[in-house]
């Protein structure tokens, strides 16, 4: 059985940063990215990164504050993000897919999500 778990969400004030972990099982996944989704909003590319970790992609809204990495031998991999704004709030999925692409529809498995709420 495929899973994707998601840990570190929470609520942080303006400025500050946490670490998004996705621990895989069952499998492993050329490529991994990070999602997030606001309340009445499309769900939206945060970060994609290739197996070796040498090719990453970010939005542009996240560039220079978040750093995507991956661990293949603990299957895992991490969304660190700092300077957090508010309009970081939202929902936030990894996925699991076989090759890097910003289209949603394009990653097989995804986790349950973890919320992330930034204060101001």
Known sequence: QVQLVESGGGLVQAGGSLRLSCAASGRTF????WFRQAPGKEREL???ISWSGGST????SVKGRFTISRDNAKNTV???MNSLKP???AVYYCAG???MTVLTGSYDYWGQGTQVTVSS
Not at 30 to 33: L, P, Q, R, T, V
Not at 57 to 60: G, I, P, T
Request: proline share 0%; charged share 20%; hydrophobic share 35%.
């Open 78 to 80: 991490y969304l660190q």
């Open 57 to 60: 992609f970010y939005a542009d």
């Open 87 to 89: 309009e970081d709030t």
């Open 30 to 33: 050329s490529a991994m990215g």
């Open 46 to 48: 945060v970060a994609c």
């Open 97 to 99: 897919g076989r090759y």
